[in-house]
């Protein structure tokens, strides 16, 4: 075992190429998943024992180019370029080939060693297509194996070609620029050679540079030959064209040419494409096209929320019970009542708090990746653009949005389908703006006690303007944040697919999991701080006025004032908001404050003021938790200190300008 | 043909156009038009008579010889082709175009001016095989937009159902590179199947797939003609 050589091998493709099952299928179980550093890009990796050779296979993330548009072709580039694994295995969908062929090429000029998985081999014969694979591969001088990943087709074999590549040297790639482009790149080639402060392959950089790719652009402007390399590469420049264009034509041509020669049609007609026709005339069509959406909206709601909060529910029934059981137990057998209170009100809860996220996240994940398998999220997008696009946002933002409304927590991580990572910080930044249904118990307390005859009007007021300020919010941070850059829409419909039951399971467990465990020590921690709080001084009765936590209410209560509700109890309420909103309810019973008191602290209109509060105040620890994560600690401080402020200016101007017009 | 100076020419020319506005033509009406003195007008007739190319009659009347209707003539060509070029071709306002014609008649040497009124022949000539030319007309119609003349079709002036090939990219940076990733090159055909429910944004089929794009996105891409199939 020990001797045994040990190769790293990436697996690339486009999105919608199969490539998550030849990764399932190569490795088995033998996979983990996890980040890659630094950013929040969903990093797989397993291996497999071929000929005795342990093959160690990372997944990158699907990507169309390795021109960096997006945070998955900047990782996948990253990757290839700084650690340089022994082969690449391009996923390529025969039914697909012209574009999926133009990764491949990009492959081959970073000098890799590929080997393509020609993939849905099924789907292309049904398509009329013939593709002599071998003519393929004598072409391009790489190893072609025809698969079909969800039958398990020509995996054996796959391996095997890997095994057996990894031992050759690499080909030299096909030449398709023609001289004088080829001429002006080695001419860059040569100048860049003499740079010091170049460190990547020179020939690759040199065709970045003429496709104007941001990043090598702004390397060369330390360099002291970048008007000489502009120079050459400007050549090329015209009215109708210059070097970026003809790079993508010639390689597209190449692709165009290898087709014609390799590729046989058999007059037939792709059954996948029609089917798929078939569902869009529907799923996107100008009428149905919206309140389809909606439904399928409502369903996955239904599905998350309606079937998750039982379990939810279950879950926190079962904690609640156990530290009922132990504060009843414990002190029989003589604990001090000190240290029985940090079990139960701060780790059992603790842990419980996260714990009842599980079954909605998982649900969630389940449900998305449903729509990403079958190719539904790309037509959400479609339908949605335009409205979105008005607000400011993405039309992949409305799903996160909407899910706000049932948990900000699964809405947070349901922005991993945008792109772009400006689009995401925004959707994530408004996101807890969504009234979520944690939120409800406390407008229904309030509004029960306070409008009884208009309860309804006034709780959907609060929502309303929860969106108003997230689309206002959206606004302006678009302008702080990311003035010119609007993130464009450059998007594929792949055709449909039926999902892989097995793969959106196994996607969903373990980005559940991931959740736990990123998530859970920042909610057990601060579950704990707040009990810390809570039961200081030690001996003082949990949560009361002399606590540590009720004289931080104390303190924090004059700052109220002016949104009508400067009491220590409303201030305390708030603290323990932070922790999870529908904690605020079951913090007034253990202050004690019934409705009488209520009465007294609280006039309707404070208590409207109260709820704006409660609406905007603060993300939940969890929500604080999944923004970190998500998104990185200073736009996690950023979207806790925004709500605070917004929330009690809010509140503020409620009260001040309400006290104008009740008197 | 004689060499004349710029004044006589403009004074042959003059006679030439009055004979044909009126018939006959006086000294009077010749310096009137010129917005010259009788005195000079005059001495210029006599001039022209000198080199045989006016006659004087009976009453003050004056009349071209054959000589000099040829090459009144010419000269008249000569300003109409460059008052031709300003206002047909560069779209140049009438009365400016008069205007400049004359100025440029005399102020280039006479080379530079018969070589350019050989180039102006010629591109009269070949007008219709010249496909660019219709484009700076159309160019000439808007002047306030220079770079990109109103008339260009791009993918976003486009119908459900239309089809075209793509002419060029107009557009930069990360838009253009992601066009040009996805297949959306020069000479590629492109047919719009259908807009999202709001209008925005399209779907369309290249290379064998579907993309959906904005308008705002499909109005980088310049395409060369459109055709309903």
Redesign the interface.
């Known amino acids: 075992m020990a001797n045994q050589p040990e190769y790293t091998i990436a697996l690339a493709g486009n999105p919608n190429s199969g490539k998550t099952t030849i990764f399932n299928r190569l490795t088995g179980s033998n996979q983990s998943t996890g980040n890659w550093p630094g950013v929040t890009v969903e990093r797989k990796e397993g291996h497999f024992r071929f000929a005795d050779k342990t093959i160690r296979i990372i997944d990158l993330p699907g990507i169309y180019s390795l021109t960096s548009y997006s945070l998955d072709e900047k990782v996948a580039r990253d990757f290839l370029v700084e650690r340089e694994p022994d082969l690449v295995v391009v996923v390529v969908d025969a039914d697909n080939l012209e574009r999926n062929l133009y990764l491949v090429l990009q492959l081959l000029e970073l000098g890799e060693k590929v080997v393509i998985a020609l993939n849905m081999m099924d789907m292309a014969e049904k398509s009329g297509l013939q593709i002599n694979h071998l003519a393929m591969a004598q072409q391009l001088q790489i190893r072609v194996v025809p698969t079909i990943g969800v039958k398990g087709e020509g995996i054996d074999q796959l391996r095997e070609a890997i095994a057996q590549r990894l031992e050759l040297p690499i080909p030299t790639p096909p030449s398709y620029y023609g001289e004088e482009i080829d001429e002006a790149l080695s001419e860059v080639q040569q100048l860049l050679e003499q740079e010091e402060k170049c460190t990547c392959p020179t020939r690759f950089m040199a065709v970045k540079l003429a496709e104007e790719d941001p990043e090598f652009l702004a390397r060369l402007q330390k360099m002291t030959r970048q008007e000489e390399i502009m120079e050459i590469l400007n050549r090329f420049t015209s009215a109708e064209s210059d070097i970026a264009v003809m790079l993508a034509e010639k390689r597209y041509g190449y692709i165009h040419g290898l087709c014609r020669e390799c590729v046989q049609r058999r007059g037939g007609f792709s059954t996948r494409v029609s089917f798929s026709d078939k569902v869009d005339s529907v799923a996107t069509n100008r009428w149905l096209g919206i309140p389809l959406f909606l439904f399928f909206m409502w369903l996955s709601f239904q599905l998350i929320f309606s079937l998750g909060n039982p379990l939810a529910d279950l879950i926190d029934k079962s904690v609640g019970l156990l530290s009922e059981g132990l504060q009843g137990i414990l002190p029989l057998v003589g604990v001090h009542p000190w240290l029985i209170s940090l079990l139960t009100d701060g780790i059992i809860a603790g842990v419980g708090a996260i714990l009842v996220f599980v079954p909605n996240i998982f649900i969630l994940f389940t449900v998305f990746a449903l729509l990403g398998e079958t190719g539904y999220m790309s037509r959400a997008a479609f339908v949605m653009d335009r409205l979105m696009h008005l607000l400011g946002l993405h039309g992949k933002s409305f799903i996160p949005m909407l899910l706000g409304f049932g948990c900000n927590v699964p809405a947070i991580m349901a922005t991993r389908t945008l792109e772009s990572r400006k689009d995401r910080l925004l959707t994530i930044l408004v996101n807890p703006l969504m009234s979520c249904s944690a939120r409800l118990p406390i407008y229904i307390l309030f509004t029960g006690i306070f409008f009884r005859e208009h309860q309804g009007v006034v709780v959907l007021s609060l929502y309303l303007l929860g969106i108003v300020l997230a689309v206002a919010m959206a606004r302006l941070f678009k302008s702080i944040f990311f003035r010119q850059d609007t993130a464009p829409l450059i998007m594929e419909l792949p055709p449909y697919q039926l999902p892989v039951w097995g793969h959106v399971f196994r996607q969903a467990w373990t980005r559940t999991l991931m959740f736990l465990r990123r998530a859970g020590t920042v909610i057990v921690f601060g579950v704990m701080l707040i009990w810390l709080l809570a039961s200081l001084p030690v001996g003082v009765e949990y949560a009361s006025a002399a606590s540590w936590i009720g004289r931080l209410g104390a303190f924090i209560a004059p700052v109220l004032e002016p949104a009508g509700f400067g009491s220590w109890q409303a201030a305390v309420t708030l603290i323990f908001g932070i922790v999870a909103k529908e904690v605020m309810i079951g913090t007034l019973e253990t202050l004690r404050v019934s409705e009488e008191v209520l009465r007294l602290l609280f006039t309707p209109l404070s208590t409207y003021a109260f709820m704006v509060m409660a609406l905007i105040y603060i993300p939940c620890l969890a929500t604080m938790a999944v923004i970190r994560k998500e998104a990185g600690l200073r736009w996690a401080v950023l979207a806790t200190v925004y709500p605070l402020l917004l929330g009690w200016l809010m509140a503020v101007l409620v009260y001040q300008v309400g006290s104008l017009f009740l008197g | 043909m004689k060499q004349l100076t710029e004044s006589l020419e403009d004074y042959l020319e003059m006679v030439w156009v009055l004979s044909l506005r009126k018939g006959v033509v006086r000294v009077k009406d010749l310096a009137a038009n010129l917005k010259v003195s009788s005195a000079s007008a005059t001495t210029a007739v006599k001039n022209l008579a000198i080199l045989n190319l006016v006659e004087h009659e009976k009453y003050g009347h004056i009349r071209l010889t054959d000589e000099g209707l040829e090459q009144a003539q010419d000269v008249y060509e000569r300003h109409v082709a460059l008052n031709r070029f300003f206002t047909g071709i560069l779209g140049v306002d009438q009365a400016i175009a008069e205007n400049d014609a004359c100025e440029v008649e005399h102020h280039l040497s006479r080379d530079t001016f018969n070589r350019l009124l050989r180039f102006i022949h010629l591109l009269e000539q070949h007008r219709n095989q010249l496909t660019w030319l219709s484009d700076l007309e159309n160019a000439n119609l808007d002047t306030s937009d220079v770079t990109l003349p109103a008339h260009i079709v791009t993918l976003k002036d486009y119908r459900p159902g239309d089809s075209g090939v793509v ?3 107009l557009a ?12 959306v ?4 055909s492109i047919h719009l199947i ?8 399209l ?1 369309i089929l290249i ?8 308008r ?2 499909a109005a980088a891409v310049q395409m060369k003609a459109k055709a309903i199939l």
């Open positions: 002419q060029r990219i930069q940076g990360r838009v253009k590179r992601r066009l040009l990733d996805m297949g090159l020069p000479g590629e259908k807009l999202a429910p709001l209008g925005d944004p779907e290379k064998g797939y579907r993309l959906s794009l904005r705002e996105e």
